[in-house]
């Protein structure tokens, strides 16, 4: 088949879906490219879902908009870390991650007559997944907590229901004990003293997380793989604990925080997507086999269309495993510092052994200190900077992605990729 395609000067990306047989085997293309620009992405349309990863160089951020108009977002990061170790923020400095953000998905959500989050979801208590407390910040209104992150967007595009990893009882594997987590409490707090939803990830459901509007046309549904190392067995709502009984674990070999991450499984149609926050698949050399919560939850996941990478792209994430289960056409890395991604993680997505099938890996950022060290792969990356956007259409049987430039709130298309074809 390689001799084929040198001949032939095309790639196995350029085979059609409709399949081309070739002796015993079927090829099956998994993207025509579609290198081509344009002055501004399209509007949002009626039976179409958008998957926005919002680049704003402080951590993780994710944007929905449902085919029926429902919106969502995942995380909202602020990092308070130096310029040598981080992105520039984005576009710029002049406002708080938290603000920029809800600016960003107004636009997307006016198309939808929105101004309003269905659902907010914080994958886990980190900084650059909830809010970090920034420097010279005010209290919020009430004077529980300061604005920031997931709370601050709450602020400018009001929240109906948060859904945290087990507020508010962590049982034994309580967040962290530092103030940004204590910020994030008080946040929550205060949002159920007042009568707005807050509330735990149901793991192994398929209804917590639904459409506002009942629509027809393909089906829709967010599940909830796993939480607080609770992971879905794939039998209905079952599920089962991946960790042993902690209480006989010492506390510095305990699961981290982000070993208790969210992970969620989005379907539309033939389309299908994975997110996991960030967890990770080390096991200290082997010695705690059971940390490794990413391999049971790609296993149960199965294979995506599109995967966010977990934990950035970072060292200790997308083992072997990662790949094998979720067999993504594209991987999209939520990068923000100089560690991401990893050099092992980068040539694992990309699939840079002969013996594999070329993958398209889009960054949201990729500092220069971390492309020289990947040098050898950066340049087989489909984007390394900008807003990554999976257009999935109202047939769900298709997707394209586009790449918008950060560096301004113009949402100027510098990449269109595809369309790439949903497999059965």
Known sequence: MTRLLKASNWTRRQFVYAGLAFGSHRLVARSIRDDSHADELPAWSQGELE??????????????????????LIDCGTTNDPPETAAPPRPDAS?????????????RARAAGRNTLDYMIATHVHPDHIGDLPPGSELAADGSYIPTGLSQVDQFMPAGTVIDRSFPDYGELPPPRAQYA?????????????GKRVERLEVGSARQIRL????????????????????WTGAGEETRLVFPDLRSIPNDD??????CSIALRIEYGRFSYFTGG??????????EPWLDVEAPVTKVCGRVEVAVADHHAYFDSCGPHFVKNL??????????????????????????????????????????????????????MRS??????????ADGLSFKIFVLDSSTELDSVTLVSGPYVCRT
């Open 182 to 194: 204590m910020n994030y409490l008080a946040w929550l707090t205060a949002r159920h003293r007042t």
């Open 95 to 107: 406002r708080l991650p938290g603000e920029w953000v809800a600016r960003y998905a107004l636009r």
């Open 51 to 72: 998957i926005h990863h919002i680049d704003t160089g402080r951590g993780n951020a994710t944007f929905l908009l449902a085919p029926d108009g429902t919106t969502m």
């Open 278 to 287: 960030d967890l990770n698949a080390d096991t200290h050399d082997g010695r």
């Open 254 to 259: 305990k699961p981290s925080e982000n070993n």
């Open 212 to 231: 506002r509007f009942p629509m027809k046309g393909p089906a829709f549904s967010v599940r909830g793989l796993a939480a607080n190392g609770r992971v």
């Open 384 to 393: 390394r900077q900008g807003h990554i956007v999976v257009r999935i259409a």
């Open 327 to 380: 067999d993504a056409q594209a991987y999209i890395i939520p990068a923000w510092h100089l560690t991401h991604p990893g050099q092992a993680q980068i040539e694992r997505l990309i699939g840079a052994w002969p013996y594999e099938e070329h993958r398209d890996v889009f960054a949201t950022e990729m500092l220069p200190a971390n492309r020289l060290l990947n040098s050898r792969w950066a340049n087989d």
